[in-house]
């Protein structure tokens, strides 16, 4: 029997989600130099990875370019380049840090196709397991993800690293 569902992180979210200020973007915030992201996983040259914040599942990861754009077609080719090689870095670190059985990966373009953050690309990297859907999206709207944010970073970080300093 479950006693309680504990999201402690959630609450600045549903507390402040309205106070959020117009037209600023999430993600070239999470680049601030004076205020970085504690979800910030790692930072390439031209693109960077940083856990949701509102994750579907442990390890929910976002692949970002560096640069604001907010299509592909936008990029360049560089920044495609770096965008799919830690793409393919966050398969490798999650995979061995998580034990999965498989991902998801996706790219949202156009608020029709779900996208939640329209002005600044980005790519879904998101952890699954065999039978990991449950009733608690269908009855409630709500995920249960059992690992804090800080501590998926923490664990997630030193494997970018290792992955991508072998890839040099």
């Not at 952890?127 to 804090?148: A, I, K, L, Q, Y």
Request: aromatic share 8%; with cysteine; hydrophobic share 40%.
């Amino acid at each position: 029997m479950v006693e309680r569902l504990w999201a402690p992180w959630r609450l600045t979210y549903v507390s402040n989600a309205a106070a959020s200020e117009p037209g600023q973007c999430i993600f070239c915030a999470a680049l601030n130099p004076e205020d970085l992201s504690p979800l910030l996983v790692f930072r390439g040259e031209r693109a960077f990875v940083i856990l949701n914040k509102f994750p579907y599942s442990n390890g929910h990861l976002m692949v970002v370019p560096v640069r604001h754009v907010g299509r592909m077609a936008d990029a360049g080719p560089d920044e495609l380049y770096e965008l799919i090689a830690l793409t393919r870095t966050a398969e490798m670190a999650l995979t061995e840090t998580y034990k999965l059985h498989g991902l998801n990966v996706g790219i949202n373009l156009g608020r029709a196709a779900g996208a939640g953050v329209l002005e600044h690309l980005h790519i879904h990297v998101v952890p699954r397991w065999e039978g990991d859907t449950n009733f608690m999206t269908t009855v409630s709207g709500t995920r249960v993800v059992p690992e804090e944010p800080e501590h998926s970073v923490s664990r997630l970080k030193p494997m970018f690293e290792r992955i991508v300093g072998t890839q040099k």
